[in-house]
């Protein structure tokens, strides 16, 4: 061929009937330092994740000693030592409640995810949700929303009273994802779905109408009103990105199918679906069917197949190992959440995308409930970020900054990703404050 772009395919005949190829994405679509699109040299699309994984660390066994740029990791963080340049540990900070009642494992969760101890109701949105306003709306999905145990549960929420359920089932995750209603980016022909252009007329015609109903409603109708329609409005954006044939993507290869698998709480099955989980995710975000993930590692019930003891109650029944020091099965439970979450940022990292890879364009936020899960501590919380968000953050630094509010991580992740706020958080949680020292 004398001349190659982006929708170039190949033609035949086979058994006298049409055939019609499309070409992966090659190296000469994008730019000569492979980091942009050559057709208009636009960068790479940034990616968000948010991890929520329970329970904390051990303590005395994960803070660096080091400070800045070229840390070493401690015991509990060794297995992330591959990938350590694109990791950010940090230390030092905490959760203030504010003379509020602790409610151990939620109190806190709401906090690292809306900023907010919640009242006599939520608060919201979610960092997540906040960051997909700005990502995540010229996508098929603004998230895609897991949970590791199986479960629906989710602390990703779209406003106080709105939850995004997770998907626990990675056959169901794939059938979201990869089924019927998936088209492929790279492929050459694209016919827009009728089903689709048909609720697409429904939904405009509904939202139409909706400032007449408005002034026939009282004040808290429409105050309900407001959020149904703004979920209306999203699901028409929704609806008319699939009317448009997707733009090319770097890396995109349809994973197959997934068959039924064990989800449940018993660790060794959580591990398998891991796996299953992250690939689905890389593929998903390497195929530009989203750019916004949260995975809830909901593990207060994980336990070994067999064994009674969960992992929540053996960190407040198993005793301290006089020879070791710590508690020897909560850190087992530990290095196994770990491991899972070094697999996925491994599996983002082996994707590779021109010169450089998925968990480049990518910033992944992991956070935690405790700091000592067997005393509930809300002091020393571990957090770590993985990925630069497309060049954004600068990584393989320790950030230590003790008694300060865990927010200004949220924060500072918030304004790299264009999310328009200067101060994130309600009372002591509250900070206009981010790490501009690892800002580029």
Known sequence: MSKMIRRTVLRGLFNGAAVTVGLPFLD????????????????????????????????????????????????QLKLFDPIRDKINVYSGMKYFMDGRPHETHTSTYQICTTGAVFDSSPIGPSIDSKVA??????????????????????????????????????????????????????AAEFTPDTLVLAQRSALSAVTEQRQDLLKQVGASDRVRL????????EIENQLEIELQKPAPTIGCKVPKAEEETTADAVIENIVANSKIMSKLISHAMACGQTRVFNV????????????????????????????????????????????IFADFITSLDQTTEGAGTLLDRTLVLWQTDHGDARTHSIEEIPIMTAGSGGGRLKTGIHVSAPGEPCTRVGLTVQQVLGVPLNSWGNRSNETTKTFSEIVV
């Not at 070994?304 to 020897?328: I, R």
């Open 226 to 233: 407001d959020e149904f329609f703004t979920s209306v409005r």
């Open 28 to 75: 000469c679509f994008l730019n000569n330092n492979g980091t942009a699109l050559a057709a208009n040299g636009s960068a790479l699309p940034v990616c968000f994740g948010s991890w929520l994984q329970g329970l904390g660390f051990n303590p005395g066994m994960w803070v660096p000693e080091k400070i800045g740029a070229g840390y070493r990791n401690n015991i």
């Open 133 to 186: 306003d700005v990502i995540g709306t010229r996508t098929r999905f603004r998230s895609l929303d897991v949970a590791l145990d199986g479960s629906r549960a989710s602390w990703s929420r779209r406003s106080g009273a709105s939850i995004n359920p997770s998907e626990g089932m990675p056959a169901a995750l794939y059938k979201r994802v990869f089924g019927p209603e998936f088209k492929d980016p790279n």
């Open 296 to 339: 809830l590692s909901n593990s207060n019930n994980w336990r070994h197949g067999g064994s009674p003891y969960n992992w929540h109650s053996s960190t407040h029944e198993e005793s301290v190992d006089a020879a070791l020091g710590y508690q020897k099965v909560v850190f087992g439970f530990i290095q196994a959440a770990n491991q």
